[in-house]
């Protein structure tokens, strides 16, 4: 098995494809963090993991576009595993409203967790991962094709694909 014994933390991992992910890597004997923001549904999806088999799995608090909670998740995940692997930027928000009824404060949420939650993770991660280690940014469709109704989200995950380029440099 690709990812037997080594640590992942997926963002957003409670529910979606973020719990299917945290699924997979599970199945594959890899120790899961689920980092989200509904603790009571990221300990749920923990219990699963767990009846399901997998190696080990810590459930923590985390809104990716809190800067501190994202460090205190990395330190959590090496505080309990010893080390980080894989670190996969799931977490999103989307907003469905028409340009000219945004605002700066719905701009700036859904930068904060689709854009900046990403980077935080980035950057922590990159401080304590080893050579060989893999950070896995999920964009959308919406990067490069969109609607009328998804201008932040959008940008954002443009913006994600960029940020996904200079940091493999």
């Not at 997998?54 to 501190?68: K, Y």
């Not at 469905?96 to 980035?122: C, E, M």
């Not at 991962?129 to 094709?145: K, L, Y």
Request: proline content about 2%.
């Amino acid at each position: 098995m690709r990812f037997s014994g080594k640590v992942v933390v997926v963002t957003g991992g409670a529910s979606g494809i973020g719990l299917a992910t945290a699924r997979r890597f599970a199945s594959e004997q890899a120790h899961v963090v689920i980092a989200d923001r509904n603790i009571a549904q990221a300990e749920a999806a923990a219990q699963q993991l767990l009846a399901d088999g997998a190696a080990g799995v810590l459930a923590n608090t985390c809104d990716v576009s809190v800067e501190g909670q994202v460090k205190a998740t990395i330190d959590a995940t090496v505080a309990q595993f010893g080390c980080l692997y894989v670190v996969v930027n799931n977490a999103g928000l989307m907003t469905f409203h028409p340009l000219g009824s945004l605002t700066r404060d719905d701009w700036q949420r859904v930068l904060d967790v689709d854009l900046l939650g990403a980077f935080y993770f980035i950057k922590y991660g990159f401080a304590v991962m080893r050579p060989g280690s893999a950070v896995v940014n999920v964009a959308s469709i919406h990067a490069i094709q969109t609607s009328p109704l998804d201008a932040p989200y959008a940008a954002a995950k443009a913006a994600l694909l960029s940020l996904t380029r200079s940091a493999a440099i």
